[in-house]
């Protein structure tokens, strides 16, 4: 059974990190364009941050640059998100997804298929 399960949610005080998990089961996370989204309460789901396939280049969108860092762990089929000097407006429910490319491409919900349960984070002080 193909399934995405994110973890590393909680409270954190403004400036402070968070490492988020991806951890998949039922596909090779290698194979695929993996991606991180959010979404706030009365806003739309927005990208966060995508890594390729493979070789396993980068993109980050918004205000993520300079703050977040997606990787992979093959061995353990996972994909992270390090978030780094985190304020107030990164508070959202934060996503993963699997991406229907091994390139990421701009960051459409739709061509993402399958998609996590998402993790809740709280950036306040």
């Known amino acids: 059974q193909l399934q995405l399960v994110e973890s590393g949610g909680g409270l954190v005080q403004p400036g402070g990190s968070l490492r988020l998990s991806c951890v998949a089961s039922?596909?090779?996370?290698?194979?695929?364009?993996i991606g991180w989204f959010r979404q706030a309460i009365g806003k739309e789901r927005e990208g966060v941050a995508c890594?390729?396939?493979?070789?396993?280049?980068?993109d980050y969108y918004g205000s993520a640059k300079g703050r977040f860092t997606i990787s992979r762990d093959n061995a353990k089929n996972t994909v992270y998100l390090q978030m780094n000097s985190l304020k107030p407006e990164d508070t959202a429910v934060y996503y993963c997804?699997?991406?229907?490319?091994?390139?990421?491409?701009?960051?459409?919900?739709?061509?993402?298929?399958?998609w996590g349960q998402g993790t809740q984070v709280t950036v306040s002080s």
């Open positions: 997804a699997r991406q229907m490319f091994q390139l990421c491409m701009p960051p459409r919900p739709e061509s993402y298929d399958y």
């Open positions: 890594i390729s396939s493979r070789g396993g280049s980068t």
């Open positions: 039922g596909f090779t996370v290698d194979y695929y364009a």
